[in-house]
């Protein structure tokens, strides 16, 4: 079964460092979300790619964070410095659907659980 | 702008215990539907959504859920739970014209021998 692959795992880091993240669809899937999910909370959207285009990034802390999709499959998440309040599970998504549909189901990966110390 | 109020953070539950896990939405459009589960250092994965038609939506895992429109609600329901079933529960709404999800907080099902 296809699943969404996301590296690293876990990552520690200082604050004022950088730190990326990656994350690769299933395959032939359109759409792609980065999420975070803080301790205890749910997932919020940070960002929304239509193949290598931004669709919704209202949500992302645009002087720290950058993301970028560039040949529309495999996508990296970037923080820039780091902050303690960063710490969290950060979450990729993808779905099928390419006009990004609503109701289309998303397939989550693992996850990458940051600590900033 | 949708929102979704999941009132209970934890669920305990004996095995071969019925479950109902609450959720509660506001939006002013029409919406989408959606309840997933996290289990430990795991993504997300879909027990079932809502999209239209019947209100009694079945999904995996011997989970349904039933649309309420005059109650605003999405309640999680099954009738008879596994020590496997011990998760995080999230119930999550879409405006019907954009895929972006908003989650509620989540619900813990703990479930005990």
């Known amino acids: 079964e296809a699943e969404v692959a996301q590296s690293p795992r876990y990552k520690i880091t200082e604050k004022s460092q950088a730190v990326a993240f990656w994350c690769d669809p299933i395959?032939?899937?359109?759409?792609l979300y980065w999420y975070r999910q803080i301790l205890g909370q749910g997932p919020e959207l940070l960002v929304q790619?239509?193949?290598?285009?931004?669709?919704?990034d209202s949500q992302l802390p645009k002087d720290r964070f950058s993301a970028e999709r560039l040949k529309g499959v495999d996508s990296t998440l970037k923080i820039q410095p780091a902050e303690l309040g960063d710490s969290a599970m950060y979450l990729c998504?993808?779905?099928?659907?390419?006009?990004?549909?609503?109701?289309?189901?998303?397939?989550f990966g693992p996850g990458t659980r940051l600590l900033v110390l | 702008a949708q929102s979704v109020t999941q009132l209970d953070s934890q669920v305990p539950v004996f095995e071969e215990a019925p479950v109902e896990l609450r959720c509660n939405y506001s939006?002013?459009?029409?919406?989408?539907l959606f309840w997933y589960v996290q289990y430990p250092n795991q993504g997300l994965q879909l027990l079932l959504k809502?999209?239209?038609?019947?209100?009694l939506v079945k999904g995996i895992n011997g989970f349904e859920a039933e649309f309420n429109k005059s109650q605003t609600s999405f309640h999680l329901r099954k009738p008879s739970v596994h020590i496997s079933d011990t998760a995080e529960y999230f119930c999550?709404?879409?405006?019907?014209?954009?895929?972006?999800?908003?989650f509620g907080t989540g619900t813990r099902l703990q479930v005990t021998l």
């Open positions: 939006s002013s459009v029409s919406v989408y």
């Open positions: 999550a709404v879409s405006d019907g014209t954009a895929s972006k999800l908003t």
């Open positions: 998504a993808s779905s099928l659907e390419d006009s990004g549909g609503a109701g289309e189901t998303q397939y």
């Open positions: 395959s032939g899937h359109a759409t």
């Open positions: 790619f239509q193949d290598e285009s931004v669709v919704d």
């Open positions: 809502y999209l239209s038609g019947s209100t």
